[in-house]
């Protein structure tokens, strides 16, 4: 039908997730394969995006199709709204097309009012469940729908249960639950002098704005930034008639997973509540029993239940989150999405899933987003310093992994915390959606309440983020800022460490160490490098990166920067001798004492290497970056050299440049001081040599020229270190094959790549520099504007993390193109940080590069995205 906008779920499939989003589809689907899913429709995405063209009103087309479907609804459940003996109450949840767990707004009991509570109370024969159910929807429709806040209702059922001496929400009677909705009313007449609305139709109105509204409301944007996630997809809306957990102990609610999303294990997961209504579970607002131990009360369900989660998993093929409920004993399946796990537990579920046949490997690798792999390369606490710690309590170990960090209690003080350069600890008592940004710059969550499935839970795996919830054992006042034990209190500031994997809290700052990969990984990585067609290298400067890179499983160095050897204690005195003589004698002298110092350098590089190629770039930044510029430190090195203070000074002076960025670096040292770059060809391939003695004979050092933005700067400094290279030859007497290339960072080069690759073996695109020069911007600068860009919508993502495709890409397209014309064997590959982003690599796998280059702890992340761009590729 055109224009259709809402959908029963009998007509909805799993294949319609863009236009049903995925709670819908899902409803669809698992109502069309048989399973007990109550009765609802579904108001589509399109309406959504709509409802922001109309001017944010429900049109009257929209709102006639909603009335049919609700019509459709009363005869299939046989229930009526608003009838005084069985009526019928609904549910209004969002469900965007990617999940956004916690993050969007749900209205459950919608239908009550002044009479359909009674005419529930007679249906049920329980008044004590009306009145609870009519309490929780008075104050999740004002606070969602209307904007009072939640705490305005939650103070006064607190005031409740402390005057009655009770601790239980349960243990309310129903006179106490209608005094409740009485003053809960009286709350939302105050608020916004209006009546509470007991015409269900304007209830039900209201709460699909309100969904729809909920999509652009502050949290939900976080997280769509967060998980790159576009802002036009808009949420669908389900309404769907109500199933009570809270009506007894023969009802109950609950969330489960059919594996474990913190470790993969394959068993049921989950948790619930007897006599209760889902938020309760979600919310933390009760701390849940483990799923297992409902067989004991109520086995039926829980087998049917295990029967049902394994219809799921193989009919989606993967791990699912499943939400239930049961009504008088009565299972009821509410949704079912693919779920949220940390990135351990999901390389484990997708390699179980190939061994159990559902899934091919290639699916497997698509399944995993390159960059949650940062989860498993992180450092966990240091085994002997741990045992020395004092253990603070014990809570659920949530989220894997390890954080240490001074506690803060709102999530404002940790984002200001982070901006101070500080590790912060978010303490809650229970976080909701609105603590979202505070999560995202915490490195670590713990929470008094809540369990396994809580929204700190939920949400810290979705990240990666270190999380311990449902510590009973501490007593947090946000207030007063500050968090008790049994025999400690900690104030606002001081350090906890948190370890994610056992649920332990920890006084102090504990030293960590690095992962070790095996198992599951090991092989999820190995059906990796079996289908990427493009290399992964690494960007390392000493031998200990370099080592690990390796382990990480990088193919070779595509970048040693020269320059990080240079800053060394040892070694800075004779580079600072180097750049302050007067005298080409002088500066020969200078650097003769570098020359053994840099030839161990890569010595040293070689032999963790091996034969894997080793990329040298020679040294790049100016001068008086190895300078120093504050009088104490001038005087000092002064002193050193037995020169005076002010001679000193002015040579300083004299070096400093206004734009250094644009300034005498790179190959124009090597213009005005062509010795610098002789001493260090001359030590890479002295060090080659001695390294080619010792039994590595396929040593073939990749010489890299940087900085060139016109051929004869090339010609030039080739003539140089090729001079000096055959001398070496002939001193030692031995020869190794070696590159010369250069890093293709200067928008000219890019325009001129054919004339630069008639003298170049290799291109190595410096993107770091090709984006800094290509919009003019200081990479420096640039971070106090650029998030004013990304919120204003002028950029989509920061250049400087992921290639701007159509600006700097067009650059480096041109250059590939017109590089290879002129040299078929160009060698060429990227070494700027983008070489790990996965959007970059995909990239730079459609440009034809041969490798990209790394930092180490993103050699997984670009061996995986160069995987996923492999399998993306037109066959």
Known sequence: ????????FSEGKKEMKSLLGGKGANLAEMTNIGLPVPSGFTITTAACIRYYDEGKVLWKELLNEIHGQLKELEKRVGKSFSDENNPLLVSVRSGAVFSMPGMMDTILNLGLNDISVKGLANSTGNERFAYDSYRRFIQMFADVAMGIPKVRFDSLLEDMKENKKITEDTDLSAEDLKILVKKYKEIYLNELNEEFPEDPMKQLELSIKAVFESWNNPRAKVYRKLHNIADNLGTAVNVQSMVFGNMGDTSGTGVAFTRNPATGENHLFGEYLINAQGEDVVAGIRTPEEISHLKDIMPNVYDEFVNITHILEKHYKDMQDIEFTIENGKLYILQTRNGKRTAQAGIKVAVDLVHEGLISKEEAIMRMEPNQLNQL???????????????????????PGAASGKIYFHADDVVKAKERGERAILVRQETSPEDIEGMVAAEGILTARGGMTSHAAVVARGMGKCCVAGCSEIRVNEDMRTMRTKNLIFNEGEFLSLDGSTG????????????TLSGSFGEFMKWVDEIRTMGVRTNADNPKDAAQALEFGAEGIGLCRTEHMFFEESRITSVRKMILATSLEERKSALAELLPVQRQDFYELYEVMGEKPVTVRLLDPPLHEFLPNKDEDIKELA?????SFNDLKDRVEELAEFNPMLGHRGCRLAVTYPEIYRMQVRAIMEAAIDIKEKGYNDIYPEIMIPLIGHVNELKYVKNEIIEEINLVFEERNNIVKYMIGTMLEVP?????????????????????DLTQMGFGFSRDDAGKFLNEYIEKGIFEKDPFQAIDIDGVGKLMEIAIEYGRKANSKLKLGICGEHGGEPSSVEFCHKLGLNYVSCSPFRIPIARLAAAQAQINSPR
């Open 1 to 8: 039908m055109e224009n259709k906008y809402v959908y029963s």
């Open 377 to 399: 390369l992180h450092p966990t606490f240091e085994e002997k310093t741990l045992k020395e710690s004092v253990v603070v309590a014990k809570g659920l170990a949530a989220s």
């Open 504 to 515: 332990t809290v920890y006084k102090g700052d504990i030293e960590k160490i690095q992962p």
């Open 639 to 643: 002193e050193a050299m037995s020169v």
């Open 748 to 768: 000219r080069a890019a325009i001129t790549a054919d004339e630069i690759a008639s003298e170049a073996e290799f291109f190595s695109f410096g993107t770091n």
